[in-house]
């Protein structure tokens, strides 16, 4: 919502599995990826997204994980979040991603 409320297009999905079948229509600017879903994790995800789509978009790593960083380098993530952050912090990762001003 927050995002929304910046005016960015936000999609959601409720795993790996269905964002990889939505992505098929589209090219985001950005994936911001949770590590722990169900059906199809972060890990699957990234390795079949990678697999399937060009050109690459960043990827930001949302985890809860102890380690985000490791889990962010695992993939070869853009960037990392760990949860919980800051909506700020979410904000301005985005915008430097992006290169686009809030």
Aim: glycine share 6%; charged share 20%.
């Amino acid at each position: 919502m927050a995002l929304s409320d910046h005016g960015y297009q936000v999609a959601t999905a409720p795993d790996g599995a269905v964002a990889l079948e939505m992505m098929a229509g589209f090219q985001p600017d950005l994936v911001l990826l949770d590590m722990r879903m169900p059906a199809m994790d972060g890990w699957s995800f990234s390795s079949a997204y990678r697999k399937t789509r060009s050109p690459r978009v960043p990827i930001v790593v949302l985890t809860a994980a102890r380690d985000a960083g490791a889990s962010a380098a695992e993939i070869q993530a853009d960037g990392f979040l760990a949860k919980p952050f800051e909506l700020q912090d979410l904000l301005a990762l985005v915008e430097r991603l992006l290169g686009k001003p809030l």
